[in-house]
């Protein structure tokens, strides 16, 4: 909470003197904030999640990383077991699509094709839950290996 109140006491500072633009300070906003399990700064957030430069994100995958500004260490939660998105998500990508749009940061025609889903391709992949495709070496509760009430021989030393 403090740190919030210094952050905003230094931009009213910096903004209502003139010291530095509106541009400027988001630019260094984006370049310090948190993005993941140490991830800090915008450049290494396009890199761990999808291998990319900031110049090259699409319009989905700057989406994403927009949405998870407030809870960054909780990115895992938005994916479901298979790796897909979340149902909710679209919600969230309507909303921020919504309102680039009636600021005009977008125009119509750059949502054309405009997808919620994301593909990680970085780092962060490791973090998303898959569940077990490999049937052979998985056990199900009804596999009967050994019976309960059976002896087991001691292990020589």
């Known amino acids: ?14 903004e209502n003197n003139f010291i530095v633009p509106k541009d400027r300070m988001f630019e260094v906003y984006l370049n310090i904030i948190e993005w993941g399990p140490n991830v800090y700064g915008i450049g290494e957030a396009s890199q761990f999640y999808f291998k990319k430069k900031p110049i090259d994100l699409t319009l989905s995958e700057c989406l994403y990383l927009a949405s998870i500004i407030p809870r960054p260490k909780d990115f895992m939660w938005r994916f479901n077991s298979d790796g897909t998105s979340k149902p909710w998500i679209e919600r969230s990508y309507r909303f921020l699509t919504n309102l680039m749009l009636a600021r005009q940061v977008i125009m119509p025609e750059d949502t054309i094709g405009l997808t919620p889903h994301v593909n990680i391709t970085g780092l962060a992949k490791k973090y998303i839950y898959k569940n077990d495709t490999n049937v052979v070496d998985t056990i199900k509760p009804e596999d009967d290996f050994f019976d309960i009430n059976e002896q087991l021989e001691p292990i020589a030393n």
Request: charge should be positive.
């Open 1 to 14: 909470m403090a740190r919030k109140l210094q952050e905003i006491l230094l931009v009213y500072i910096l």
